[in-house]
């Protein structure tokens, strides 16, 4: 089991940043995990990919509504993977989740059912 704990949201103006960090423990650790992920769900939508992390390549993907604002980062010391966002848009309020895969990948899975584990979410607001 990977238990997955998000943090950092929280409601930042249009143009802000947030970091969110997404820390894993459990019996098996970050280290079984292939990929990491974050994704984000607004209300009435479904969830969507926003980036994700290749553990053994250090490879990374990002959605294309985010590319070039958003940032994804993995501390192994820490077991953490780190979302950092700036230039936020309204559009970018929404829950955000962390998730987990832990069987082999070759590239990193956009789609939800591709990904182990999901943390609880953490709500990210963007005023305008």
């Known amino acids: 089991q990977v238990q997955l704990v998000e943090s950092g949201g929280g409601l930042v103006q249009v143009g802000g940043s947030l970091r969110l960090s997404c820390t894993a423990s459990?019996?098996?650790?970050?280290?079984?995990?292939?990929?990491m992920g974050w994704f984000r769900q607004a209300p009435g939508k479904e969830r969507e990919f926003v980036a994700g992390?290749?553990?053994?390549?250090?490879?990374?993907l990002y959605a294309d509504s985010v590319k070039g604002r958003f940032t994804i980062s993995r501390d192994n010391a820490k077991n953490t993977v780190d979302l950092q966002m700036n230039s936020l848009k309204s559009e970018d309020t929404a829950v955000y989740y962390c998730?987990?895969?832990?069987?082999?990948?070759?590239?990193?899975?956009?789609?939800?059912?591709?990904?182990?584990?999901w943390g609880q979410g953490t709500q990210v607001t963007v005023s305008s």
């Open positions: 998730a987990a895969r832990i069987d082999y990948v070759l590239k990193i899975p956009t789609a939800t059912p591709a990904y182990n584990y």
């Open positions: 459990g019996r098996t650790v970050s280290s079984r995990t292939m990929a």
């Open positions: 992390i290749n553990n053994i390549t250090a490879r990374t």
